[in-house]
Protein backbone atom coordinates (compact mmCIF):
# COMPACT_ATOMS: atom_id res chain seq x y z
CA UNK A 1 0.00 0.00 0.00
CA UNK A 2 1.18 3.36 -0.71
CA UNK A 3 -0.51 6.83 0.86
CA UNK A 4 -0.65 9.99 -1.27
CA UNK A 5 -1.10 13.32 -0.67
CA UNK A 6 -2.29 14.66 -3.78
CA UNK A 7 -1.51 18.88 -4.00
CA UNK A 8 -3.97 20.12 -6.42
CA UNK A 9 -6.26 17.57 -6.28
CA UNK A 10 -9.58 19.01 -8.52
CA UNK A 11 -7.49 20.14 -11.79
CA UNK A 12 -6.87 17.79 -14.70
CA UNK A 13 -3.41 16.34 -13.00
CA UNK A 14 -5.44 15.71 -9.82
CA UNK A 15 -8.46 13.91 -10.92
CA UNK A 16 -6.57 12.08 -13.12
CA UNK A 17 -4.66 10.69 -10.46
CA UNK A 18 -8.49 10.22 -8.47
CA UNK A 19 -9.13 7.57 -11.34
CA UNK A 20 -5.92 6.00 -11.04
CA UNK A 21 -6.43 5.83 -7.19
CA UNK A 22 -10.26 4.53 -7.63
CA UNK A 23 -9.27 1.56 -9.49
CA UNK A 24 -6.26 0.33 -7.41
CA UNK A 25 -7.00 0.50 -4.18
CA UNK A 26 -3.52 -0.25 -2.93
CA UNK A 27 -2.99 3.55 -3.69
CA UNK A 28 -4.42 5.85 -0.91
CA UNK A 29 -5.20 9.11 -0.91
CA UNK A 30 -4.66 10.05 2.58
CA UNK A 31 -4.39 13.81 2.01
CA UNK A 32 -5.44 16.58 -0.66
CA UNK A 33 -5.52 20.24 -1.73
CA UNK A 34 -7.65 22.15 -3.61
CA UNK A 35 -8.41 26.00 -4.58
CA UNK A 36 -12.19 27.26 -4.87
CA UNK A 37 -13.56 23.97 -6.52
CA UNK A 38 -15.64 22.90 -3.24
CA UNK A 39 -18.36 20.98 -5.13
CA UNK A 40 -15.81 18.79 -6.73
CA UNK A 41 -13.96 18.24 -3.47
CA UNK A 42 -17.13 16.90 -2.10
CA UNK A 43 -17.89 14.81 -5.03
CA UNK A 44 -14.09 13.55 -4.28
CA UNK A 45 -15.00 13.04 -0.45
CA UNK A 46 -18.08 10.72 -1.63
CA UNK A 47 -16.09 8.08 -3.33
CA UNK A 48 -12.62 8.32 -1.45
CA UNK A 49 -12.80 8.31 2.69
CA UNK A 50 -9.87 11.02 2.17
CA UNK A 51 -8.78 12.09 5.99
CA UNK A 52 -7.24 15.62 5.27
CA UNK A 53 -8.22 18.15 3.18
CA UNK A 54 -6.46 21.56 2.38
CA UNK A 55 -8.65 24.40 0.66
CA UNK A 56 -7.30 28.09 0.15
CA UNK A 57 -9.99 29.89 1.74
CA UNK A 58 -10.95 30.07 5.21
CA UNK A 59 -14.71 29.96 4.80
CA UNK A 60 -15.05 27.44 2.51
CA UNK A 61 -12.44 25.49 5.39
CA UNK A 62 -15.14 26.12 7.90
CA UNK A 63 -18.27 25.16 5.65
CA UNK A 64 -16.51 21.73 5.08
CA UNK A 65 -15.45 21.01 8.48
CA UNK A 66 -19.73 21.33 9.36
CA UNK A 67 -20.63 19.00 7.40
CA UNK A 68 -17.87 16.54 7.57
CA UNK A 69 -17.27 16.51 11.19
CA UNK A 70 -15.47 13.30 10.70
CA UNK A 71 -12.99 14.56 8.51
CA UNK A 72 -9.54 17.09 8.52
CA UNK A 73 -9.63 20.28 6.92
CA UNK A 74 -7.25 22.73 6.82
CA UNK A 75 -6.61 26.14 4.53
CA UNK A 76 -3.84 28.47 3.36
CA UNK A 77 -0.59 27.94 2.56
CA UNK A 78 -0.10 26.77 6.26
CA UNK A 79 -2.50 23.82 5.70
CA UNK A 80 -1.03 23.36 2.13
CA UNK A 81 2.61 22.90 4.08
CA UNK A 82 1.13 20.79 6.91
CA UNK A 83 -0.65 18.11 4.33
CA UNK A 84 2.31 18.11 2.15
CA UNK A 85 4.71 16.68 5.45
CA UNK A 86 2.01 14.38 6.94
CA UNK A 87 4.05 11.44 9.17
CA UNK A 88 1.87 8.88 7.66
CA UNK A 89 1.96 9.89 3.98
CA UNK A 90 4.80 8.29 1.45
CA UNK A 91 4.79 9.84 -1.82
CA UNK A 92 2.88 13.44 -2.77
CA UNK A 93 1.88 14.42 -6.26
CA UNK A 94 2.18 18.17 -6.87
CA UNK A 95 -0.49 18.99 -9.28
CA UNK A 96 -0.96 22.65 -8.42
CA UNK A 97 -0.17 24.95 -11.43
CA UNK A 98 2.58 27.54 -11.12
CA UNK A 99 4.48 29.23 -8.93
CA UNK A 100 2.36 27.78 -5.73
CA UNK A 101 3.68 24.72 -5.64
CA UNK A 102 7.38 25.32 -4.92
CA UNK A 103 6.94 25.91 -1.17
CA UNK A 104 4.90 22.88 -0.70
CA UNK A 105 7.47 20.81 -2.11
CA UNK A 106 10.31 22.07 -0.28
CA UNK A 107 8.09 21.26 3.20
CA UNK A 108 7.57 17.68 1.40
CA UNK A 109 11.16 17.05 0.32
CA UNK A 110 12.48 18.20 3.89
CA UNK A 111 9.96 15.94 5.48
CA UNK A 112 11.43 13.05 2.88
CA UNK A 113 8.31 12.16 0.89
CA UNK A 114 9.12 11.00 -2.25
CA UNK A 115 7.87 13.55 -5.12
CA UNK A 116 5.59 12.94 -8.12
CA UNK A 117 6.04 16.07 -9.96
CA UNK A 118 3.49 17.33 -12.33
CA UNK A 119 4.40 20.69 -11.22
CA UNK A 120 6.98 21.79 -13.76
CA UNK A 121 7.12 25.37 -12.33
CA UNK A 122 8.86 24.53 -9.47
CA UNK A 123 11.72 23.06 -10.99
CA UNK A 124 12.15 26.18 -13.82
CA UNK A 125 12.49 28.77 -11.07
CA UNK A 126 14.21 26.73 -8.14
CA UNK A 127 16.08 23.75 -9.53
CA UNK A 128 19.36 24.13 -8.13
CA UNK A 129 17.41 23.99 -4.29
CA UNK A 130 15.08 21.46 -4.98
CA UNK A 131 18.38 18.75 -6.69
CA UNK A 132 20.22 19.61 -3.13
CA UNK A 133 17.51 18.93 -1.17
CA UNK A 134 16.53 16.24 -2.62
CA UNK A 135 19.95 14.72 -2.45
CA UNK A 136 20.40 15.84 0.80
CA UNK A 137 17.16 14.06 2.09
CA UNK A 138 17.60 11.09 -0.29
CA UNK A 139 13.91 11.71 -1.86
CA UNK A 140 13.31 10.62 -5.27
CA UNK A 141 11.76 12.94 -8.04
CA UNK A 142 9.29 11.03 -10.06
CA UNK A 143 8.23 12.96 -13.09
CA UNK A 144 4.67 13.37 -14.18
CA UNK A 145 5.05 14.98 -17.21
CA UNK A 146 4.31 12.60 -20.09
CA UNK A 147 8.13 13.41 -22.02
CA UNK A 148 9.77 13.34 -18.94
CA UNK A 149 7.99 10.34 -17.79
CA UNK A 150 9.09 9.15 -21.15
CA UNK A 151 12.43 10.18 -20.68
CA UNK A 152 12.82 8.49 -17.34
CA UNK A 153 11.42 5.11 -18.51
CA UNK A 154 13.54 5.37 -21.69
CA UNK A 155 16.55 5.79 -19.09
CA UNK A 156 15.87 2.71 -17.13
CA UNK A 157 18.80 0.50 -16.82
CA UNK A 158 21.10 2.57 -18.80
CA UNK A 159 23.95 4.44 -17.57
CA UNK A 160 23.57 8.45 -17.17
CA UNK A 161 27.23 8.74 -18.69
CA UNK A 162 26.09 6.99 -21.60
CA UNK A 163 23.31 9.72 -23.00
CA UNK A 164 24.47 12.06 -26.00
CA UNK A 165 21.18 13.95 -25.77
CA UNK A 166 17.19 13.75 -25.20
CA UNK A 167 14.89 14.44 -27.86
CA UNK A 168 11.21 16.11 -25.77
CA UNK A 169 8.48 16.10 -28.51
CA UNK A 170 6.13 18.27 -29.12
CA UNK A 171 2.62 18.64 -30.23
CA UNK A 172 2.91 22.15 -31.07
CA UNK A 173 0.01 23.23 -29.64
CA UNK A 174 -3.63 24.48 -30.73
CA UNK A 175 -1.31 26.91 -33.22
CA UNK A 176 1.03 24.91 -34.63
CA UNK A 177 0.21 25.32 -38.62
CA UNK A 178 -0.24 29.17 -38.07
CA UNK A 179 2.46 31.68 -39.44
CA UNK A 180 3.17 34.69 -36.53
CA UNK A 181 1.77 36.60 -38.83
CA UNK A 182 -1.87 34.54 -38.47
CA UNK A 183 -1.14 34.24 -34.78
CA UNK A 184 -2.61 38.58 -34.26
CA UNK A 185 -6.27 38.59 -32.86
CA UNK A 186 -6.29 34.71 -32.30
CA UNK A 187 -8.67 34.36 -29.41
CA UNK A 188 -8.76 32.62 -25.85
CA UNK A 189 -11.72 29.84 -27.04
CA UNK A 190 -8.80 29.23 -30.20
CA UNK A 191 -5.73 28.72 -28.13
CA UNK A 192 -7.58 26.28 -25.35
CA UNK A 193 -8.67 24.10 -28.17
CA UNK A 194 -5.71 21.97 -28.07
CA UNK A 195 -5.85 19.03 -30.64
CA UNK A 196 -4.00 16.10 -28.61
CA UNK A 197 -4.42 17.04 -24.90
CA UNK A 198 -7.47 17.79 -22.41
CA UNK A 199 -5.41 20.27 -19.85
CA UNK A 200 -5.93 22.79 -17.69
CA UNK A 201 -6.29 26.40 -19.10
CA UNK A 202 -2.91 27.65 -17.99
CA UNK A 203 -0.92 24.49 -19.91
CA UNK A 204 -2.88 24.84 -22.58
CA UNK A 205 -2.54 28.51 -23.75
CA UNK A 206 1.67 27.51 -22.73
CA UNK A 207 1.26 24.63 -25.56
CA UNK A 208 -0.03 27.62 -28.17
CA UNK A 209 3.06 29.79 -27.20
CA UNK A 210 5.29 26.81 -26.72
CA UNK A 211 6.45 28.26 -23.61
CA UNK A 212 5.00 25.28 -21.96
CA UNK A 213 8.06 22.81 -24.10
CA UNK A 214 10.36 25.82 -22.90
CA UNK A 215 9.47 25.12 -19.60
CA UNK A 216 9.88 21.55 -20.18
CA UNK A 217 13.40 21.94 -21.27
CA UNK A 218 14.59 24.02 -17.97
CA UNK A 219 13.10 20.87 -16.00
CA UNK A 220 14.56 17.97 -18.31
CA UNK A 221 17.67 19.88 -17.00
CA UNK A 222 17.06 19.87 -13.76
CA UNK A 223 15.64 16.28 -13.19
CA UNK A 224 18.49 14.35 -15.92
CA UNK A 225 21.47 16.73 -15.17
CA UNK A 226 21.85 17.80 -18.49
CA UNK A 227 23.32 20.75 -20.08
CA UNK A 228 21.43 22.87 -22.55
CA UNK A 229 22.91 21.51 -25.60
CA UNK A 230 22.20 17.87 -24.80
CA UNK A 231 18.06 18.70 -24.98
CA UNK A 232 16.40 18.70 -28.18
CA UNK A 233 12.93 19.87 -28.97
CA UNK A 234 11.08 18.01 -31.96
CA UNK A 235 8.02 18.52 -33.61
CA UNK A 236 5.85 15.29 -33.40
CA UNK A 237 2.24 16.49 -33.73
CA UNK A 238 0.68 13.01 -33.16
CA UNK A 239 2.00 13.33 -29.88
CA UNK A 240 2.50 9.06 -29.90
CA UNK A 241 5.74 9.22 -29.49
CA UNK A 242 6.57 11.07 -25.71
CA UNK A 243 9.75 11.51 -25.94
CA UNK A 244 13.22 9.94 -26.58
CA UNK A 245 17.04 8.95 -25.13
CA UNK A 246 19.54 9.44 -27.79
CA UNK A 247 23.03 6.95 -26.39
CA UNK A 248 26.97 7.47 -27.50
CA UNK A 249 26.73 4.35 -29.75
CA UNK A 250 23.59 6.27 -31.57
CA UNK A 251 20.66 3.99 -30.32
CA UNK A 252 17.89 6.22 -29.50
CA UNK A 253 14.96 4.83 -27.08
CA UNK A 254 12.03 6.13 -26.78
CA UNK A 255 8.45 5.55 -24.81
CA UNK A 256 4.90 5.31 -27.23
CA UNK A 257 1.29 5.14 -26.57
CA UNK A 258 -1.78 6.84 -26.72
CA UNK A 259 -1.80 10.09 -25.05
CA UNK A 260 -2.93 9.26 -21.47
CA UNK A 261 -2.13 11.36 -18.57
CA UNK A 262 -2.82 8.33 -16.25
CA UNK A 263 -0.03 6.44 -17.07
CA UNK A 264 2.98 8.81 -15.95
CA UNK A 265 0.91 9.43 -12.92
CA UNK A 266 0.26 5.76 -12.04
CA UNK A 267 3.95 5.20 -13.29
CA UNK A 268 4.81 8.03 -10.72
CA UNK A 269 3.23 5.32 -7.79
CA UNK A 270 4.33 1.78 -9.34
CA UNK A 271 7.92 2.46 -10.22
CA UNK A 272 10.14 0.42 -10.96
CA UNK A 273 7.21 -1.95 -11.64
CA UNK A 274 4.43 -1.48 -13.53
CA UNK A 275 0.42 -2.31 -13.18
CA UNK A 276 -2.35 -2.51 -15.42
CA UNK A 277 -3.64 1.01 -16.42
CA UNK A 278 -7.61 0.49 -16.42
CA UNK A 279 -9.50 1.39 -19.55
CA UNK A 280 -6.46 2.18 -21.56
CA UNK A 281 -6.24 0.96 -25.00
CA UNK A 282 -3.29 -0.46 -26.45
CA UNK A 283 -1.55 1.76 -29.47
CA UNK A 284 -2.78 0.36 -32.65
CA UNK A 285 0.74 1.43 -35.11
CA UNK A 286 -1.36 0.30 -37.80
CA UNK A 287 -3.90 2.91 -37.06
CA UNK A 288 -1.95 5.93 -36.65
CA UNK A 289 0.17 4.76 -39.76
CA UNK A 290 2.48 7.78 -40.04
CA UNK A 291 4.42 10.23 -37.64
CA UNK A 292 5.60 13.30 -38.70
CA UNK A 293 8.43 15.14 -37.38
CA UNK A 294 9.48 18.13 -37.38
CA UNK A 295 12.48 21.14 -35.81
CA UNK A 296 10.61 24.27 -34.20
CA UNK A 297 11.44 27.45 -35.94
CA UNK A 298 13.22 29.43 -32.89
CA UNK A 299 11.98 32.92 -34.93
CA UNK A 300 8.02 31.47 -35.00
CA UNK A 301 7.67 30.26 -31.85
CA UNK A 302 9.97 32.68 -29.87
CA UNK A 303 8.90 31.76 -26.39
CA UNK A 304 10.99 28.25 -26.69
CA UNK A 305 13.96 30.70 -27.77
CA UNK A 306 13.34 32.83 -24.79
CA UNK A 307 13.13 30.02 -22.49
CA UNK A 308 16.76 28.39 -23.73
CA UNK A 309 17.93 31.99 -23.08
CA UNK A 310 16.61 31.81 -19.43
CA UNK A 311 17.94 28.51 -18.97
CA UNK A 312 21.55 29.24 -20.40
CA UNK A 313 21.76 32.87 -18.09
CA UNK A 314 20.84 30.48 -15.16
CA UNK A 315 20.28 31.80 -11.79
CA UNK A 316 17.21 33.93 -11.12
CA UNK A 317 16.31 34.46 -15.21
CA UNK A 318 14.17 31.46 -15.67
CA UNK A 319 12.02 32.30 -12.34
CA UNK A 320 11.55 35.45 -14.29
CA UNK A 321 10.59 33.70 -17.51
CA UNK A 322 8.30 31.38 -15.38
CA UNK A 323 6.51 34.50 -13.20
CA UNK A 324 6.06 36.63 -16.52
CA UNK A 325 4.66 34.24 -18.36
CA UNK A 326 2.05 33.13 -15.70
CA UNK A 327 1.48 36.80 -15.76
CA UNK A 328 1.09 37.39 -18.98
CA UNK A 329 -0.71 33.69 -20.00
CA UNK A 330 -3.22 34.99 -16.93
CA UNK A 331 -3.73 38.70 -18.85
CA UNK A 332 -4.56 36.72 -21.93
CA UNK A 333 -7.27 34.44 -20.73
CA UNK A 334 -8.76 37.63 -19.37
CA UNK A 335 -8.75 38.96 -22.75
CA UNK A 336 -6.63 42.06 -21.37
CA UNK A 337 -3.58 41.64 -23.84
CA UNK A 338 -3.24 40.52 -27.24
CA UNK A 339 -1.91 36.66 -27.96
CA UNK A 340 1.27 37.46 -29.21
CA UNK A 341 2.12 39.78 -26.35
CA UNK A 342 2.79 37.14 -24.17
CA UNK A 343 6.13 36.26 -25.26
CA UNK A 344 6.69 40.44 -25.42
CA UNK A 345 6.44 41.16 -21.59
CA UNK A 346 8.06 37.87 -20.89
CA UNK A 347 11.28 39.27 -23.06
CA UNK A 348 10.85 42.52 -21.72
CA UNK A 349 10.61 41.27 -18.23
CA UNK A 350 13.81 38.88 -19.06
CA UNK A 351 15.85 42.24 -20.58
CA UNK A 352 14.90 44.44 -17.13
CA UNK A 353 16.36 41.40 -15.26
CA UNK A 354 19.94 41.28 -14.09
CA UNK A 355 20.22 37.52 -13.12
CA UNK A 356 21.28 36.81 -9.83
CA UNK A 357 23.83 33.84 -9.72
CA UNK A 358 22.98 30.62 -7.36
CA UNK A 359 19.83 32.55 -5.57
CA UNK A 360 18.22 31.64 -2.20
CA UNK A 361 14.96 30.79 -1.90
CA UNK A 362 14.29 34.22 -0.27
CA UNK A 363 15.48 36.03 -3.11
CA UNK A 364 13.72 34.00 -5.62
CA UNK A 365 10.87 34.78 -3.67
CA UNK A 366 11.33 38.41 -4.12
CA UNK A 367 12.25 38.06 -7.72
CA UNK A 368 8.67 36.29 -8.54
CA UNK A 369 6.95 39.29 -6.90
CA UNK A 370 8.98 42.05 -8.77
CA UNK A 371 8.41 40.19 -11.73
CA UNK A 372 4.38 40.21 -11.77
CA UNK A 373 4.49 43.65 -10.42
CA UNK A 374 6.74 44.47 -13.44
CA UNK A 375 4.53 42.69 -16.16
CA UNK A 376 1.52 44.72 -14.48
CA UNK A 377 3.12 47.99 -15.16
CA UNK A 378 3.59 47.34 -18.81
CA UNK A 379 -0.20 46.99 -19.55
CA UNK A 380 -1.28 50.00 -16.95
P1 LIG B 1 -5.37 22.75 -13.39
O1 LIG B 1 -5.52 24.21 -13.55
O2 LIG B 1 -6.35 21.86 -14.05
O3 LIG B 1 -5.38 22.40 -11.82
C1 LIG B 1 -4.58 23.06 -10.90
C2 LIG B 1 -4.88 22.65 -9.48
O4 LIG B 1 -4.11 23.47 -8.59
C3 LIG B 1 -6.35 22.82 -9.06
O5 LIG B 1 -6.70 21.82 -8.13
C4 LIG B 1 -6.34 24.18 -8.35
O6 LIG B 1 -7.36 24.33 -7.41
C5 LIG B 1 -4.97 24.16 -7.68
N1 LIG B 1 -4.41 25.51 -7.47
C6 LIG B 1 -4.29 26.48 -8.40
N2 LIG B 1 -3.70 27.58 -7.87
C7 LIG B 1 -3.46 27.28 -6.56
C8 LIG B 1 -2.89 28.00 -5.48
N3 LIG B 1 -2.46 29.27 -5.61
N4 LIG B 1 -2.77 27.38 -4.28
C9 LIG B 1 -3.22 26.12 -4.11
N5 LIG B 1 -3.79 25.38 -5.11
C10 LIG B 1 -3.91 25.96 -6.31
O7 LIG B 1 -3.89 22.38 -13.82
P2 LIG B 1 -3.34 21.03 -14.48
O8 LIG B 1 -3.53 21.09 -15.95
O9 LIG B 1 -3.83 19.86 -13.72
O10 LIG B 1 -1.78 21.21 -14.23
C11 LIG B 1 -1.18 21.08 -12.96
C12 LIG B 1 0.32 21.07 -13.09
O11 LIG B 1 0.70 19.90 -13.83
C13 LIG B 1 0.89 22.25 -13.89
O12 LIG B 1 2.13 22.63 -13.37
C14 LIG B 1 1.06 21.69 -15.29
O13 LIG B 1 2.09 22.33 -16.01
C15 LIG B 1 1.43 20.24 -15.00
N6 LIG B 1 1.08 19.31 -16.08
C16 LIG B 1 -0.20 19.14 -16.44
C17 LIG B 1 -0.52 18.26 -17.47
C18 LIG B 1 -1.95 18.02 -17.87
O14 LIG B 1 -2.22 17.12 -18.69
N7 LIG B 1 -2.93 18.74 -17.34
C19 LIG B 1 0.50 17.58 -18.15
C20 LIG B 1 1.81 17.77 -17.72
C21 LIG B 1 2.11 18.64 -16.70
MG1 LIG C 1 4.44 17.75 -21.02
Redesign the pocket.
Given at each position: MKKITV????????LQCVDVCLHHPEFVIEAM?????ISKVEEILTLLPVKHICV?KKEDCDYLKEKYPDRNFYFGNEG?EYIAKLPDVDIVLN????F??LLPTIEAIKAKKDIAL????TLVVAGHIICDLAKQNNVRLLP???EHSAIFQSMNGESKKDVRKIILTCSGGSFRDKSREELIGVSVEQALNHPN?S?????TI?SATLF?KGLEVIEAKWLFDLNYDQIEVLIHPESIIHSMVEFVDTSIIAQLGNPD?RLPIQYAFTYPTRKKLINATSLDLAKVATMNFRKPDLVRFKALDLAYQAGRTGGSMPCVLNAANEVANDLFQKNKIEFLMIEELVEKAMKNHQSIENPSLEQLIQVDKETREFVFNQIL
Open positions: LGVTGSIGSAGKNILAIVGAGANKEVDSWMGAKIDNM
